[in-house]
């Protein structure tokens, strides 16, 4: 039973890591190519690289500073700090799955991106690696926090990094096989899905971090999971059924 619990929450644990970086890691890409594409593959990759770099001297420097935290307090710390984001995440793909707001699409960003690049004056490869570094490093600070906080929490560190690891793998490869394909990738439902296990672990590791004794343990992620995916559906079909009385009341 306990083992059972236990595969239970290592697969939230990975499904929540891979989706979350997968979706962090395909806007950065979506960047990165209207870099190369519009001005300069060099000054794109520079940038990336440099980002990388100064991630990493954050991980070095910040990362083991998490493992001298009492459990209880990281806990109730990222368990907060997961509601945060994970009910911004779900609000928003919330809005966009009932027509609210428009989806994300990634081919805007790369016209965009791209436009305006084409009529930047001056040094041109400046402002390429600029834009490239700016991308992958927030995009990628994001990463490094999902990674540390659910992988620092649960005790699954190895696990977490390693899946980023795999993410970051498969979207390198396809960003390289179809670089301007990328309105393909179902970026609302994994925003979706990613929101619901944020708040599912946060509201689980807030739990505990309030000495809260869940049913059954970690097996109560998946019922969390579920709970939120129930709540989130009713509210899609709550704002399609009535958008002008819900759209007033929300703002």
């Not at 991630?55 to 500073?65: N, R």
């Not at 009492?70 to 509601?83: A, K, Q």
């Not at 305006?116 to 927030?138: T, Y």
């Amino acid at each position: 039973m306990i083992a059972t619990a236990t595969t239970g929450s290592n697969l939230v644990l990975v499904v929540a890591v891979f989706l979350a970086c997968v979706v962090e890691m395909v806007e950065a890409l979506t960047i990165v190519v209207a870099v190369g594409k519009t001005r300069s593959w060099r000054s794109a990759l520079e940038g990336v690289a440099v980002a990388i770099a100064a991630l990493t001297l954050l991980v070095a420097i910040f990362g083991p500073a998490l493992a001298t935290i009492p459990l209880g307090s990281l806990r109730l710390i990222i368990g907060g700090i997961l509601l945060i984001f994970g009910l911004q995440w779900l609000r928003k793909a919330i809005l966009r799955s009932a027509g609210y707001i428009a989806k994300h699409d990634e081919d805007v960003i790369f016209a965009n991106t791209a436009a305006q690049l084409s009529n930047a004056a001056g040094n041109r490869d400046r402002v390429a690696f600029i834009v490239s570094f700016k991308g992958v490093f927030l995009e990628g600070l994001e990463v490094v926090v999902t990674v540390l906080t659910l992988g620092a929490s649960s005790h699954q560190l190895g696990l977490a990094s390693a899946t980023a690891g795999v993410a970051l793998v498969l979207v390198a490869a396809v960003g390289a096989i179809v670089a301007r394909q990328l309105s393909n990738v179902p970026e609302n439902a994994m925003k979706m899905t990613v929101g619901i296990m944020l708040v599912s672990y946060g509201t689980f590791w807030s739990g505990e971090g309030l000495k809260l004794a869940w049913p059954g343990n970690n097996a109560m992620l998946p019922i969390l999971v579920g709970i939120y995916a129930l709540v989130s559906w009713f509210v899609i079909a709550l704002l399609k059924h009535d958008p002008v009385e819900v759209h007033e009341a929300s703002l």
